[in-house]
């Protein structure tokens, strides 16, 4: 055997193991893989770490927060004033959590707001505007009543671009 | 050096190469990078213009509703006619919102309904089946007070095939 | 020509065929394009064959569950033994769910509990961190009222790694 014909065999098995290729890209990056990242994030706040859920699970870029409340997370205790106050808490600890994650306000894609009282609605609806300009999709309703007594709870799912 | 002396550096570069290119796949292609194409759509409703939610935000192939109810959109006022009307007016406002980005109901793969009575719930029903034939996966419960009255909010996920 | 030179050519081709690989992969995994799966999946359950929603859908590798409550599936009622029986019942649903998918209680990524009583947080909460020790995302309150007088609904999203 000459040496081309070392070569084009050679040649013949490396054209094969590059055609492989792009299967096993489909393969490794097909969301039904192992490609998909989950990380369920540990809470920044040491208050919050004997908490049954994560302020933030990441999938891929996709971040599932948990619902948050007008609550001062250094006390655990929730800020008073009423709505306007839970509101701009609230909105404040979405944004802290994403800032551990290099996240912005504007990576926010859907949001769920649920309020314990639907006369806040307008209030609620105000300083909502001036956190979210870029308009996510969201849902609002009045439940009957929320955990330790809030006024307000924002669950958003947000997206790294 | 012969030739297929130098046939082999180059087939072993060449594969270094094409082993590379899975991992620049996954750099491109992993949703953590600017490939995720996020957009926040104008309403095609005039009146919803100064809505602080967009109708609908693409993620990729995912599209997020905001919450409709059975709002005639170019009043903007709740129609008539109780549940039934409802549930048909907020229907027809998701198939509309779908329709402004070539979606159709069967793209919906997720909805969450949110009445404010839950004797409404088989009134309801009858009417969201003929919508939604292939059974999106559902949670349905009755909240306090929906905004402005309405009897019936339903938030859908779709998702572009 | 000497044998190298076809042996050049050769290289220079398939170094372009390598090239275009990752375009192609682009283009067939783009979530825009055809390439994600969506299935909406038969109950397992023989009786829920005519509910108006699928147990879970598939979408690529996230799947949406339904709403679970604590109902028996297999006679349709709902367990007896108030929260803390409906809430162990309504998580064995959603693990029977996950397994005809083989898919566990690890893979939920994200938790939406409505509970029909805010007093009976501490309860569910109890029972729920058991199924849930890698926590989850997850948003609770109290609505108005569940479906079949139900204490406890819980909607999860999983994801397939």
């Keep these: 055997m000459k040496s081309y014909h070392y070569t084009f065999i050679s040649l013949l098995l ?3 193991a590059c055609q492989d290729s792009p299967k096993d890209d489909v393969r490794d990056l097909a ?3 192992e490609q998909t990242q989950v990380i369920f994030h540990k809470s920044h706040e040491p208050l919050k770490a004997s908490a049954p859920f994560s302020d ?5 870029g996709t971040y599932y927060l948990s619902g948050q409340i ?15 106050a839970e509101t701009r808490q609230t909105l404040e600890n979405i944004k802290a959590v994403l800032a551990q994650h290099e996240l912005q306000m504007r990576d926010v894609v859907k949001a769920l707001v649920v309020l314990d009282d639907i006369d806040n609605f307008a209030a609620f609806n105000e ?4 956190y979210f300009p870029h308009k996510p999709a969201r849902t609002t309703f009045a439940a009957a ?10 669950e958003v799912v947000a997206v790294r671009r």
């Excluded at 009543?145 to 924002?154: D, V």
């Design 145 to 154: 009543h929320l955990a330790r007594g809030a006024k307000i709870e924002i």
């Design 14 to 16: 490396l054209a094969m």
């Design 127 to 130: 300083i909502y505007q001036v």
């Design 31 to 33: 969301p039904t893989q």
């Design 70 to 84: 007008g609550m001062d997370h250094s006390t655990r205790t929730l800020v008073e004033g009423g709505i306007e």
């Design 56 to 60: 933030i699970v990441e999938v891929g």
